[in-house]
């Protein structure tokens, strides 16, 4: 569960970035009637929501992140194969860009500096362990939480808890939102269902009522196949266990 150091970009590993890209920004699986994601209203809350994107904020997009409270106020919380694959390693080149909407960067774009992840993951990229928690490198002399404010992390908590899910998918230069309840889709899985969570969406917090996320967009076929039904690795102990390795 060590941090290990991301890698400097390199421009001859397009095809793999490609691919990589390709393979993280899906997100959800299908249910008939379920609501649809609106575009959401800019907040200081929802602003702790970003882009994870190569090189720059308009770059090309990878998935979504969200800023979490932690000691050295650097922390953020996606999931773990919008940052790693067992193929490929890891995504050279990330950079966040909180509160992002229609080419604006209110707080700036805060380069990725290491990310942790559960070694069952790095070996097989097991949908048990699909989270990370991604560390940044200060903007201006500031950390990304003293910008931005963070959410504290939510475990053990269960299923059936009200949660907005808001992200960004790859075609719009504006987050959506959706006011959901979380419902089990096994004993370590969970999954909620409304539409419109389409590429670039995977990471996309799961907030509850009270603020904390306790859950991403990912886990289960890596956050689903279709864009009506979304999955999560349940925030449990496991969860607790590798933010516990990534503060440290």
């Not at 209110?106 to 989270?131: H, I, K, L, N, Q």
């Not at 987050?175 to 269902?193: G, K, N």
Request: proline fraction near 6%.
């Amino acid at each position: 569960m060590a941090s290990r150091p991301v890698r400097s970009a390199r421009t001859a590993r397009t095809a793999a970035l490609a691919a990589l890209l390709l393979a993280a920004g899906t997100a959800c699986g299908g249910q008939d009637g379920a609501p649809t994601a609106e575009v959401a209203r800019q907040s200081a809350a929802r602003d702790r929501i970003g882009t994870l994107s190569i090189h720059t904020a308009q770059g090309p997009r990878a998935c979504t992140a969200s800023v979490v409270q932690s000691p050295r106020h650097n922390l953020l919380v996606t999931a773990a194969h919008c940052v790693q694959n067992h193929r490929i390693g890891l995504l050279d080149g990330l950079v966040f860009t909180p509160g992002y909407r229609n080419g604006s960067t209110p707080y700036g774009t805060w380069p990725v500096r290491s990310v942790t992840v559960d070694p069952r993951w790095s070996a097989g990229d097991d949908p048990e362990y699909d989270v990370a928690f991604v560390t940044v490198d200060t903007v201006d002399g500031r950390q990304v939480e003293d910008a931005v404010g963070g959410n504290p992390l939510g475990t053990g908590q269960g299923f059936g808890l009200s949660v907005s899910v808001t992200g960004y998918p790859n075609e719009s230069d504006e987050p959506i939102t959706c006011a959901v309840r979380t419902r089990s889709q096994s004993a370590t899985q969970e999954r909620f269902d409304c539409g419109g969570y389409t590429d670039g969406t995977s990471g996309s917090p799961w907030v509850t009522e009270q603020g904390a996320v306790v859950g991403v967009i990912g886990g289960y076929q890596e956050g689903g196949e279709t864009p009506s039904t979304s999955y999560s690795v349940a925030f449990d102990q496991r969860i607790a266990d590798l933010y516990r390795k990534a503060t440290t």
